[in-house]
């Protein structure tokens, strides 16, 4: 499996920003679509965004629109979350992970699944652990 490798959580308090980071060697990370999902204790998988190849972002949960914003550097082999203004229901562990597909995209069917795991993506990282409390 191929290694994904997060950082930057941590204790924030709310209305705080932390920026998670996603590091991506060992396999063609500008050739796969690319998701953050965090798992909230006690809650399902969720996909937080999805972004494309060509960094656009076709998908930010509702939850965390205007906020959160995920971007990628081709060149580094890295993916980002930038997230503002953050609650306490933001917490949990934060996964990057890769998309099964080189060049295509599962997403389609992914958005659709119930439950969400992580086995559903191609690979997945340790996560970071993010805890939003005053």
């Known amino acids: 499996q191929v290694q994904l490798v997060e950082s930057g959580g941590g204790l924030v308090q709310p209305g705080g920003s932390l920026r998670l980071s996603c590091a991506a060697p060992?396999?063609?990370?500008?050739?796969?679509?690319m998701y953050w999902v965090r798992q909230a204790p006690g809650k399902e998988l969720e996909c937080v965004s999805t972004?494309?190849?060509?960094?656009?972002?076709?998908y930010i949960h509702d939850s965390v629109k205007g906020r959160f914003t995920a971007s990628r550097d081709n060149a580094e082999n890295k993916l980002y979350l930038q997230m503002n203004s953050l609650k306490s229901e933001d917490t949990g562990i934060y996964y990057c992970?890769?998309?099964?597909?080189?060049?295509?995209?599962?997403?389609?069917?992914?958005?659709?699944?119930?439950?969400?795991?992580?086995?559903?993506?191609?690979?997945w990282g340790q996560g970071t652990h993010v805890t939003v409390s005053s």
């Open positions: 992970a890769k998309d099964r597909l080189q060049y295509g995209t599962t997403w389609f069917d992914l958005r659709k699944r119930s439950p969400l795991t992580l086995a559903d993506f191609g690979s």
């Open positions: 060992g396999f063609d990370f500008s050739t796969h679509w």
């Open positions: 972004i494309r190849i060509n960094g656009n972002t076709v």
